[in-house]
């Protein structure tokens, strides 16, 4: 069973305000990463890190910001909420798996609305 | 570039039989992973199994194997014996090997429905 975390699991937040969008991982991989699903669709990588201090953004274009201060937290946050910025945010960690493989482990999810 | 389509929106299958849910990929890389993800209406992205381009045997696990067949570049999934908690969307993605998930390519995905 995957140890990643995220808060809140739905949130519903006027335009304008800003908001952070909370994950934790207690299994000690150092990289991390933050896609955007729309319903029904797949899932567009938006940020990535590979350690502490370490971020990149993922091939989709997104407003949002991360920051990896820490380990086991990786945070990403939204200075000005829009209705475009509506969808779910997955947040996994990885290691390699037996075969060398990615082992990717996600969080449940936030499902973002913004009103 | 890297490149996974999965074909089939939605399927419906009664439960027990057996259903493939298809993947084909595009890709230029010589050293690559496919994955199958589960996805149910919690929303959390649940990993069921893995075939690298260079396995010779097919990867089971469970009541999950996975058909690959590297001429035709297809991947597909099947469930033997399903039942009704199989119901969720299903995910197909690749990325070149030994790289992390920043690589990971996703399928738009098939909706199953198991009926009773």
């Known amino acids: 069973e995957a140890d990643i975390y995220q808060t809140p699991r739905y949130l519903v937040i006027g335009t304008g305000k800003k908001i952070t969008l909370e994950c934790s991982q207690t299994m000690g991989h150092d990289k991390m990463y933050w896609y955007q699903q729309d319903p029904g669709m797949e899932l567009h990588l938006i940020h990535y890190?590979?350690?502490?201090?370490?971020?990149e953004k993922g091939d989709l274009s997104s407003e949002s910001t991360v920051s990896r201060i820490r380990t086991e937290h990786f945070p990403l946050t939204l200075e000005s909420a829009r209705p475009s910025h509506t969808s779910q945010y997955l947040c996994?960690?990885?290691?390699?798996?037996?075969?060398?493989?990615?082992?990717?482990?996600f969080g449940q999810g936030t499902r973002l609305t913004v009103v | 570039a890297q490149k996974i389509t999965q074909t089939q929106p939605g399927m419906f299958v009664q439960e027990k039989e057996a259903v493939t849910l298809d993947c084909t990929y595009d890709t230029s890389d010589q050293s690559y992973g496919l994955f199958w993800y589960k996805q149910p209406s919690s929303g959390e992205m649940i990993f069921l199994i893995y075939?690298?381009?260079?396995?010779?045997q097919n990867a089971t696990e469970g009541r999950y194997s996975l058909n690959f067949q590297k001429a035709r570049k297809s991947a597909n999934l099947v469930i033997s014996a399903s039942q009704l908690g199989d119901s969720a969307m299903y995910f197909c993605a690749m990325s070149p090997q030994y790289q992390g998930a920043q690589k990971l390519v996703f399928g738009q995905g098939t909706r199953l429905t198991i009926n009773p």
């Open positions: 075939q690298g381009s260079y396995d010779e």
């Open positions: 890190s590979y350690g502490v201090n370490s971020t």
């Open positions: 996994a960690s990885s290691e390699y798996g037996p075969q060398g493989h990615t082992e990717a482990f």
